[in-house]
């Protein structure tokens, strides 16, 4: 039998960087149920009592209802551009200036604090938009480039003598489009989805500078009460997001498989 | 039903640059017509216009009595065959060939029925419920040709289907495309780079070059009468000497080569012979002799190559390099004086460019 020998730094190196990867996680799940009014580790006792405070905060059950609208609506919003967009810049890949791609990505290049802060000063306050049509403006600016770049991608090897041969077989190119591109893009989209999705709930740089009285998203929220409290509450809203982040990947890995978002 | 396709004076342009200019083509019911020539010659180009993928800059195409000019794709009911297959990835063998059908409304239980009988004919039956992507490529160019066939197309088009096929493939599948072609009287166009491909399966084939049609005929014409230079340096002939006419006697014309040697041709076989002319020739028509008397155009044999049926020589003359043949039974070595005497049936007389 043939056996391959493997060096011991090895397996010490793999071991610490698993330990580096997951010693948060496992440092965060265990102050969350932690019995003291600090956030300590390694607990000390054992208690669900911090999750039950969540949801006796009414903070933060309006910011997590409110911060769900906005990356649902932001990405949906984001994608019904982003996918035609990514479509237009692939399919016509020769005709179009090469620098229009860039464009899409621009929202990135700036530092989102700019980002924020320019939407404060000529949307929020000039144009007095109402502060959640504000966020939602602001979440689509962010997400948008995950939409564009990562359908892109997908469209890249995307052979659009495929849409051809679909109307020339009498499809319509509306009709093509959802019959036969939408359906060979799908992973890409449903990676676009989930990425941008991820990025407006985890925000924080843009969101600071437009939400305002009232009206709030969980990560301001976050922050708002560390700022006065240092109970493991933050600990365990932290877990909560852990597992709404498992609960997403298992539905995608029982539905697509995981491999799909590396394709 | 099958119909004629009538192009006339078709342009168009990519941008600024002409891609085609003036180009003429009819192609009768049931017949299969190839357009050939190296890459960027307006083949394609011309195939995507009939499509209607590009839109003409002037120029009408019709098909039967129908004009398709400005007509959408999805409108032309024309069956396409392409190089890479454009399979649906996500359907089943079945559901592909079946997509047409849908498209034009055909009940389910009819289109599986129809789709079946088209995939039993190019022999996938057993396939049918799988995806395109575990198939082999010349399994995949099935599938495509059945796809393109069910709908009953009044005209089929072939965009270089067997390029990214292997050899042996190739020539297995273009005799099956052209049983299918002839059993369904299908009008066909097929355009590809493959002179070989082209002559074996087409009725007629036109050759193209630089957006223009240079020379549309049967392969046994392009082959053996080329009607200007481009078609006959296209088709093999690779010798073309520049001749003038001496004199003339009745049919017997006398001409001269640019180094005064002196040839005597019969115009009963070439036709009128103009006073300039370029004799064309392969290297089966330019013969080897030794015999001082013959009448040929004075050569310095160069290397010698053996083909089998005849010794090949590398020939200097005052028209340049010649390519000739020479007999088996008397090899002669380089820098040998010859003479090479034109084999009247295998030459050619064309126009000067």
Redesign the interface.
């Known amino acids: 039998m043939m056996t391959s020998r493997i060096n011991p730094l090895l397996i010490l190196f793999t071991v610490v960087v698993y330990i580096f990867l997951m010693g948060p996680l496992i440092i965060v799940l265990g102050a969350s149920v932690s019995d003291t009014t600090y956030l300590t580790f390694p607990p000390q006792g054992l208690t669900l009592r911090w999750f039950e405070n969540i949801f006796e905060i009414s903070a933060f059950r309006r910011t997590i209802i409110t911060s769900l609208e906005l990356a649902f609506l932001a990405t949906g919003l984001a994608l019904l551009v982003g996918i035609p967009a990514a479509y237009a810049l692939n399919r016509y890949r020769i005709k179009l200036p090469s620098w229009l791609s860039t464009v899409f990505v621009l929202p990135i290049l700036v530092p989102e604090i700019v980002l924020g802060f320019s939407l404060l000063k000529s949307v929020a306050v000039g144009m007095e938009t109402p502060i959640f049509l504000t966020l939602l403006i602001g979440h689509m600016l962010l997400v948008l480039p995950y939409c564009v770049r990562v359908v892109s991608a997908s469209l890249a090897s995307f052979d659009f003598s495929i849409e051809e041969a679909a109307v020339s077989l009498g499809s319509p190119p509306v009709k093509t489009f959802f019959t036969i591109v939408l359906p060979n893009v799908r992973s890409g989209v449903i990676a676009a989805f989930i990425l941008a999705f991820i990025t407006s709930i985890n925000d924080v740089s843009t969101s600071l500078f437009l939400t305002g009285p009232g009206i709030s998203t969980l990560p301001i929220q976050i922050l708002a009460h560390v700022e006065q409290f240092f109970d493991p509450t933050i600990a365990s809203v932290s877990v909560l997001l852990m597992l709404l982040t498992v609960a997403v990947m298992a539905i995608v890995e029982r539905t697509l498989g995981l491999t799909f978002l590396a394709k | 039903m099958t119909q004629a396709l009538t192009v006339q004076n078709l342009t168009a342009h990519y941008g600024t640059t002409k891609v085609l200019e003036d180009l003429s083509l009819s192609v009768g019911k049931g017949e299969l017509v190839s357009l050939l020539g190296a890459s960027g010659c307006g083949k394609t180009t011309t195939l995507r216009l009939i ?1 209607g ?1 590009l839109e003409p800059t002037s120029g009408t195409i019709r098909l039967g009595d129908k004009d398709l000019t400005r007509l ?9 065959v ?1 190089q ?1 297959y ?5 359907l089943s063998v079945l559901d592909n060939v079946a ?2 059908l849908k ?2 409304g055909v009940a389910s239980a009819d289109r599986e029925k129809r789709a079946k009988a088209m995939l039993e004919r190019v022999g996938l039956s057993p396939l049918a419920d799988r995806l395109p992507g575990a198939l082999s490529g010349g399994q995949k160019q099935r599938v ?1 040709l059945a ?2 066939l069910v ?1 009953e197309p009044p005209l089929l088009m072939f965009d270089e289907p067997l390029s990214n096929l292997d050899a042996k493939l190739r020539v297995d599948m273009r005799v099956e495309i052209r049983q299918l072609q002839r059993a369904n009287g299908t009008t066909s166009v097929y355009v590809t780079h493959d002179q070989e491909e082209a002559f074996s399966i087409s009725d007629r084939v036109a050759i193209m070059n630089a957006g223009r049609i240079m020379q549309f005929d049967t392969p046994e014409m392009l082959y053996q009468r080329p009607a200007n230079a481009f078609v006959a340096r296209f088709v093999g002939f690779e010798n073309l000497v520049p001749m003038t006419v001496s004199a003339r006697d009745g049919e017997t014309v006398t001409a001269t080569t640019q180094d005064g040697s002196q040839l005597k041709l019969s115009q009963e076989r070439f036709g009128a012979i103009p006073d300039a002319f370029v004799l064309a020739a392969r290297a089966d028509g330019l013969s080897v002799s030794t015999d001082a008397k013959a009448e040929g155009i004075p050569a310095t044999l160069g290397l010698r190559t053996y083909l089998g049926r005849a010794y090949q020589y590398q020939s200097e003359t005052a028209a340049g390099q010649l390519i000739a043949n020479g007999s088996l039974s008397a090899p002669l070595e380089p820098g040998a004086k010859a003479k090479l005497v034109p084999v009247p049936d295998q030459c050619c007389v064309l126009l000067p460019e």
Do not use: S, V
């Open positions: 499509a993928f959408p794709a999805y409108k032309r009911d024309i069956g396409l392409f890479n454009a399979l649906f990835p996500h997509f047409g498209q034009r495509a796809r393109a709908i």
